[in-house]
């Protein structure tokens, strides 16, 4: 079974300092990542997504993650954020040759960007 | 591209009633999930569809949800009586088949008093 551990239920931080928003998972299995963001009322909008090949991630809005095999974990990062950044963001694991849409999400993490 | 539409944003009813939500995917996406986002989790798939097809439901409390899927394009999740503990957002999710990674509508919030 895969499960999925977001470290930080909320992360506080100024506007222009950097930011890392951590993501531990657990999987017997090859795994593709995701993190999504979540803006107040709004559905979840795809950052970046790991699926093979390269370990360093780019996504949208200048955020990138690093897939860490042997520490299993898939954190993201941004080098200066924005108060536009603030809102809730999700990490999800899902399994090659399990069911394709069964993504197991994390708990979230709440960014709050203050100036 | 026209995104996910979802209908209605948000709803209130009593426990023991019955509600129904509606998806619009995106034109030519195959593959339709439906997610329940109970506050302070993250979602959960309750169904997933090829098509018109059910391909996972291992998650959907049968004895009060059902879903369908209409032609292969919309789709409506219902729940039959409500519960408390069914307070949540439900968002719909759509996908071209075998891609990795969805787009999600806006979502459905419940709350049942």
């Known amino acids: 079974a895969q499960s999925v551990t977001q470290l930080d239920s909320q992360v506080p931080v100024f506007e222009e300092a950097p930011v890392e928003l951590r993501c531990n998972y657990s999987s017997s299995v090859s795994v593709y990542l995701f993190w999504y963001v979540q803006y107040p009322n709004q559905g979840l909008q795809l950052l970046l997504k790991?699926?093979?090949?390269?370990?360093l991630v780019k996504g949208i809005n200048g955020f990138e993650a690093e897939f860490n095999k042997s520490q299993t974990s898939f954190h993201l990062r941004k080098p200066s954020v924005h108060i536009s950044d603030t809102a809730e963001y999700f990490c999800?694991?899902?399994?090659?040759?399990?069911?394709?849409?069964?993504?197991?999400f994390g708990k979230g993490t709440k960014l709050s960007v203050k100036p | 591209e026209a995104g996910v539409a979802q209908s209605p944003r948000y709803k209130i009813i009593e426990k023991r009633q019955s509600v129904a939500f509606w998806c619009n995917p995106i034109?030519?996406?195959?593959?339709l999930y439906w997610y329940q986002q109970i506050l302070g989790q993250g979602p959960k798939l309750l169904i997933q569809?090829?098509?018109?097809?059910?391909?996972?439901d291992s998650q959907l409390p049968k004895d009060r949800f059902s879903a369908e899927r209409l032609k292969g394009v919309d789709s409506t999740l219902k729940i039959q009586p409500a519960k408390l503990e069914d307070s949540a957002v439900y968002l719909c999710a759509s996908s071209l088949p075998k891609a990795y990674g969805y787009t999600f509508g806006s979502g459905t919030r419940l709350t049942v008093v």
């Open positions: 569809f090829q098509n018109n097809g059910v391909v996972d």
């Open positions: 790991y699926l093979s090949g390269s370990t």
């Open positions: 999800a694991v899902g399994s090659y040759g399990g069911s394709q849409g069964n993504l197991i």
């Open positions: 034109s030519g996406h195959a593959t």
